[in-house]
């Protein structure tokens, strides 16, 4: 027998499927070999990767082993300083990656804490205290209010049990629990008769059978799920791997090519391989692991201060590339708490906020009796209480009744001091009711409408007086309710015997007249509405996929403005459907209710076999596999579970969807400033490898060293690129669609703009060597000459892409000057740190010996400073190439 099946079969055929008995349990050496045969009840987590195999795994990059192969060639060749410089590089950059990537992932170590506890358990017909470890399919346990569940369970007996199942098939509310058996296509989220593993007794207590235990359990299966998934790569992180290797290739068959080019010219052997080296090293942008990992930082801090916490770098970038976000409704897009938002009596609906005076809280003067009886009876009728600190305690649905009454000004103490309760019959699933007797004959009945109504043969007038029951206009006030998204309960009063103490069920049986329905849900946060609005604008699509009801759904879904009014899909429809159907069915409908775990992940999967970027949001045990199969993990950080929040890529510290708005926002800048660095660093290594090529090519000494290579794009780039990562928000960035997905890195405007200012750079370096050499004749100074007009050039080159283009002919005197830098200080501060490390380049004797440079007079200085006027027209036509305002993101 399979366990999936288990909330079809009755309680004895399990019971002797699992060769159990429910009176006296298994035997105490039944239950060992049972032990030994399935395991304990706990998961099962794998090894994690060691850290010393996870820091080599850093070194696994086309450019880094290419830089490795560089410093060993230095190596052999002699040039030890040289090869030492270069293998720092690279051990930096693998040192950054393994710090950013060393995160525990410890999700499946938390769903083990799930499992952890003690419990009864009935063996060898004695009851007995055991971990819960110990358990086996057959034991026979006990429950009770408060109890953590420890294993997959079929109900035998209950008593008003109700299970908080939130965290693994996101009802808002706890479940009331059965014990009869269901339909074998019953969603996860009905099946009345099972307790499933990790979840939490709310109210009552039960006897019930074990079913499945450890990895076989419904929360084992996801932990399994997440064990066997590997983490997906993001956007950037695949676009950077096909540029390495697209680099790689390019940078090989240059090196190969100056090679033999400066051998065909006549040159050394040993000149022409240090002119390949210095060529492989300049075209490798070494800085620019170490940029990206600063600008996705400055954006994780940024984020950070917008309620949002990301665990992995790259999901900084992701988030601005993000075409669909599905979200879980309870929380994020809700407020989480219930509320009663209409009323029903004497044949009027009204809205309960129509109700207060000045469309305030407080005192109302009712002038609808029914309606004020129905008030009361949500006071008295129920067990939630008011604490000493005037906080409402109890069931989510009980103490929303207490809010609506006291928000019309009603007091439950005096309520209950005026009709003081002498009986009750608590509610039961199997009845749907619960009643109440108070003072000396009045008696109280709420519950499901369908229970009230069949009891009622009279209703209360706005009198208070009886009159016919009028079943079609109150069955119009639930279709209206339930459109709306509302939970309905019914209320009804009657008379009891006044010499009866107890209340009775023939009592409630029939006989009592209906006083009116309350209505209430989960309301919309007003701030997620907005920023659904955002998301759309953005082109962002926002999908709702929930474990709540259909219509819940559905109706939540209208008010927050997700879909257009279309088809609401069920699980139970959903899991009918093929892999290409659910493909089709998931790019026209936006609205999915009663979702299993399994279907989350389903849904996730089909959307990205369409080529999107999925966030998925979640803060449940049921969410965990969709979270971390999805680009991008959402978690709630407030209310979630632990193992969402250890498989998801980002936090909300304040589990609300317009966090997710702003958050998007912020990668979105990300994206753009890493195009900006992208933009900038390029043409550097480009402008410096393809000079040595063309020194080759023209038998001239090489223009600069391997060494000043290193030095011009470690330092003196790192030192201008880094103030692109803090750039301030385009506010134009949250109205344009996202990146396309498959967009590479290197877009053809950008490739555009590199070569521009490439071949540009080409020009400064090669002519300002030449001109050097030949007036000054100094191989040092004429090199030190041409890195350091390059470098020049670049100072107004940054200027020119960063937020500051265009804003310096806006300048009108000295206050405008101020706020332009307090909103982006990193660009002064970057120049005058770029002047100070060329100046140390250039003019320090130490720098002079290490780097073989030499010092600048005011004259060559002034000849270096030339390219500088030159580079303004050049970045004008580099900027029409390759827009980077953020309107063509």
Same mark, same amino acid.
């Given at each position: ?18 060769? &159990? ?9 039944? %239950? ?32 880094? =082993? ?27 950059? !693998? ?19 799930? *499992? ?27 429950? #009770? %209010? ?57 109210? /009552? #207590? ?6 499945? +235990? ?92 917008? $309620? ?11 988030? /601005?590339? +993000? ?6 409704? +309870?929380?994020?897009?809700?407020? @989480? ?136 206009? =109150? ?53 997620? =509405?907005? !920023? ?43 899991? !009918? ?56 993990? =959402? ?52 402008? %410096? ?71 540009? @750079? ?9 001109? &050097? ?5 100094? *191989? ?25 283009? /265009? ?9 405008? $000057? ?26 320090? &004797?130490?720098?002079?010996?290490? *780097? ?25 036509? !580099? ?11």
């Amino acid at each position: 027998m399979h366990q999936a099946q288990a909330h079809a079969l009755s309680s004895e055929a399990l019971i002797r499927s699992l060769g &159990s008995d429910q009176d006296c349990g298994l035997s105490e050496l039944e %239950a060992r070999a049972r032990l030994l045969s399935h395991g304990a009840n706990t998961l099962q987590v794998q090894s994690r990767t060691p850290a010393w195999l996870h820091f080599l795994q850093q070194f696994n990059s086309p450019l880094l =082993i290419t830089l490795l192969a560089v410093a060993l060639m230095k190596m052999l060749l002699g040039e030890a300083t040289d090869a030492l410089v270069i293998s720092s590089v690279t051990l930096i950059n !693998a040192v950054i990656g393994f710090v950013q990537e060393r995160r525990a992932e410890s999700a499946i170590a938390a769903l083990a804490q799930v *499992l952890r506890s003690d419990v009864e358990v009935v063996r060898d017909g004695s009851l007995q205290n055991l971990p819960s470890d110990q358990l086996v399919p057959g034991d026979v346990i006990q429950l #009770e %209010a408060g109890q953590r569940i420890p294993a997959d369970l079929r109900l035998l007996t209950q008593r008003n049990l109700e299970v908080d199942e939130s965290m693994l098939t996101g009802e808002s509310l706890p479940v009331r629990k059965g014990t009869a058996a269901v339909a074998p296509d019953t969603p996860l989220a009905e099946r009345r008769p099972i307790a499933y593993a990790g979840t939490h007794v709310t109210a /009552g #207590e039960a006897c019930a059978l074990v079913i499945a +235990t450890g990895n076989d359990t419904e929360v084992g299966q996801i932990s399994s799920s997440l064990q066997q998934r590997s983490q997906l790569t993001t956007p950037l992180t695949r676009q950077f791997v096909r540029f390495s290797h697209t680099l790689l290739k390019a940078v090989l068959v240059l090196a190969a090519l100056t090679l033999m080019v400066g051998l065909g010219r006549g040159k050394g052997l040993e000149e022409m391989v240090d002119g390949a080296i210095a060529l492989a090293v300049g075209a490798i942008p070494e800085e620019l692991p170490a940029i990206v990992t600063i600008t996705l930082a400055i954006g994780v801090k940024r984020m950070a201060r917008r $309620r949002a916490i990301i665990r992995k770098l790259p999901a900084v970038e992701t988030l /601005g590339s +993000t075409t669909v976000i599905c979200s879980d409704k +309870t929380g994020t897009l809700t407020q @989480n708490r219930m509320t009663v938002k209409h009323l029903y009596a004497g044949g009027t609906l009204v809205a309960l906020e129509d109700l207060w005076p000045g469309n305030e809280r407080g005192s109302a003067d009712l002038q609808n009796m029914a309606l004020e009886e129905t008030l009361v009876a949500g006071l008295l009728c129920s067990n939630a209480r008011v604490d000493d600190g005037n906080t409402l305690v109890g069931d989510p649905t009980e103490t929303a009744l207490l809010a609506a009454a006291h928000s019309l000004g009603m007091d439950q103490g005096a309520a209950r001091t005026r009709y003081p309760r002498r009986d009750a019959i608590p509610f039961e699933s199997e009845q749907q009711f619960m009643a109440t007797l108070h003072g000396r004959e009045r008696i109280l009945l709420k519950g499901s409408v369908e229970a009230v109504l069949a009891r009622c043969s009279r209703q209360l007038n706005t009198e208070g007086q009886p009159e016919a029951l009028n079943r079609a206009a =109150i069955d119009r006030a639930v279709s209206t309710m339930a459109m709306a998204g509302e939970r309905v309960l019914a209320f009804a009063i009657g008379k009891a015997d006044r010499s009866q103490r107890q209340l009775r069920h023939q009592d409630v049986m029939a006989n009592l007249d209906f006083i009116g329905l309350q209505g209430m849900q989960d309301p919309p946060r007003p701030e997620a =509405i907005q !920023a659904v609005a955002t998301c759309r604008a953005a082109g962002i699509r926002v999908k709702l996929i929930t474990g709540d009801h259909r219509e819940t759904a559905a109706a939540i879904a209208r008010q927050i403005g997700i879909g257009s009014g279309g088809d609401t899909i069920d699980g139970r429809q959903l899991a !009918a459907m093929d892999e290409a159907t659910i493909a089709r069915v998931v790019q026209r409908v936006d609205v999915f209710a009663r979702i299993a775990p399994a279907q989350k992940l389903a849904l996730v999967e089909a959307l990205q076999s369409h080529g999107e970027v999925v966030a998925m949001t979640g803060d449940g045990v049921n969410d965990a596999p969709a979270l971390r199969q999805a680009d991008i993990g =959402i978690a709630m950080g407030a209310g979630g579970t632990e193992v969402a929040r250890d498989a998801a890529d980002m936090l909300l510290t304040d589990d609300n969807f317009a966090t997710i708005e702003a958050a998007v926002e912020e990668g979105r800048t990300v994206a753009l400033n890493l195009h900006k660095t992208l933009a900038f660093v390029l043409p550097v290594s480009g402008g %410096a490898s393809m000079t040595i090529l063309l020194g080759a090519a023209l038998g001239t000494a090489l223009p600069v060293t391997a060494l000043q290579v290193l030095w011009l794009n470690m330092v003196c780039s790192l030192t201008m690129s880094i103030a692109l990562a803090f750039e301030p928000r385009c506010a134009a960035l949250m109205k344009q669609p996202p990146r396309p997905p498959g967009q590479p890195l290197l877009s053809q405007g950008l490739i555009q703009r590199v070569l521009v200012v490439s071949a540009f @750079n080409w020009t400064v370096v090669f002519g300002l060597f030449l001109w &050097s050499e030949q007036h000054l004749g100094d *191989l040092a100074l004429a090199r030190t000459m041409a890195v350091q007009g390059l470098v020049l050039a670049h100072l107004v080159y940054l200027v020119c892409i960063s937020h500051w283009r /265009g804003s310096l002919g806006q300048w009108r005197g000295s206050l405008g $000057r101020w706020r332009q830098i307090a909103m982006a200080p990193a660009v002064p501060l970057g120049i005058l740190a770029t002047v100070a490390v060329q100046t140390l380049f250039s003019q320090s &004797s130490w720098m002079n010996r290490f *780097l073989g440079t030499s010092p600048l007079s005011f004259g060559s200085l002034m000849i270096c400073a030339l390219p500088m006027v030159l580079m303004v027209p050049v970045a004008s036509l !580099a900027e029409r190439l390759d827009p980077s305002d953020g309107t063509a993101f």
